[in-house]
């Protein structure tokens, strides 16, 4: 029935159709004491295109890149010639967003995935038109995960006394590239203490921290930890571990022991004087007047 204002709204869906098909609808209206009126309207039924979207790789880094491909197709046959729009639902970047399919109804693009800090996934969305044809539209997905850092961790010396220090070099990479800017953290699972406990990575990748081991009356292994953090990228960790030896204390309160080879040199000489001495005095050794 017609609303106050005479219409009457319905919805029609389009038969399918595998040509441009015209589809004449006729409308009657009918009321007591009215003459029936009709009215016809023609509908241009297009046959619609199938678009299949390929990405590859569909699993990418940050800022990485993809191959997009749109083929577009009607009754299995390629369609040449046709306009293809292609958009991100989750950002990134093409390397155009719009195309023409080839003889072989093919049309590519490249694909730069956003930055995030988050594993995302993106759903990349091609639409075909065409005259004569229905316009139509296909969807890939593309997953974007965050690359992890690289951390390599170098000690000089491995081995220090009590009390002593080591230099301890953080390099980082990705991809076996060096990043610079990246800040890392390191740690120590046994005490000791570090010239800073933060720093960031020059051009090369690398950071430098010196590390003061703690006093210890036995042998200790002490791991060494760093972590590396930076937008965009999952964080690096890795290990080394030094080994501790205690320092050597004096019993006696001085700065410092000789070494056991310069303390033979000289307690030697002395002992076999002594001796020398003793045998003389019992007459086992005679030394003849001059």
């Not at 589809?23 to 004491?33: F, H, P």
Request: zero cysteines.
């Amino acid at each position: 029935m017609t609303n106050s204002t005479g219409y009457f709204t319905t919805t029609f869906v389009a038969p399918n159709v595998t040509q441009t098909a015209n589809v004449r609808i006729t409308t009657t209206a009918s009321k007591s004491s009215y003459a029936d009126g009709s009215d016809d309207e023609y509908l241009v039924v297009l046959p619609p295109l199938l678009v299949e979207v390929t990405a590859y790789p569909s699993l990418i880094e940050p800022e990485a890149t993809s191959q997009v491909t749109a083929h577009v197709t009607y009754g299995g046959l390629p369609v040449a010639y046709t306009e293809v729009t292609v958009w991100s639902d989750s950002g990134g970047n093409f390397s155009a967003e719009t195309g023409t399919t080839n003889s072989n109804g093919n049309v590519a693009f490249t694909f730069t995935a956003p930055q995030t800090t988050d594993q995302i996934n993106i759903t990349i969305t091609a639409t075909a038109t065409k005259a004569g044809y229905a316009t139509s539209e296909g969807q890939a997905e593309i997953t974007v995960r965050l690359g992890t850092l690289g951390v390599q961790i170098t000690a000089n010396p491995t081995a220090i006394e009590s009390r002593a220090s080591s230099t301890i070099v953080v390099q980082v990479t990705y991809d076996a590239n060096p990043i610079a800017n990246v800040g890392v953290t390191v740690w120590s699972d046994s005490g000791g203490n570090f010239s800073a406990e933060t720093g960031t990575t020059n051009s090369n990748g690398n950071v430098a921290f010196t590390f003061t081991a703690p006093q210890t009356t036995s042998q200790l292994n002490i791991t060494i930890g760093a972590t590396a953090s930076k937008s965009w990228y999952a964080d690096g960790h890795s290990q080394i571990e030094l080994v501790i030896f205690p320092e050597y204390i004096p019993t006696d309160g001085g700065a410092g022991a000789l070494p056991i080879t310069t303390i033979l040199l000289i307690a030697v000489p002395i002992i076999v004087v002594a001796i020398l001495a003793v045998m003389i005095k019992l007459r086992i050794i005679y030394i003849a007047p001059e």
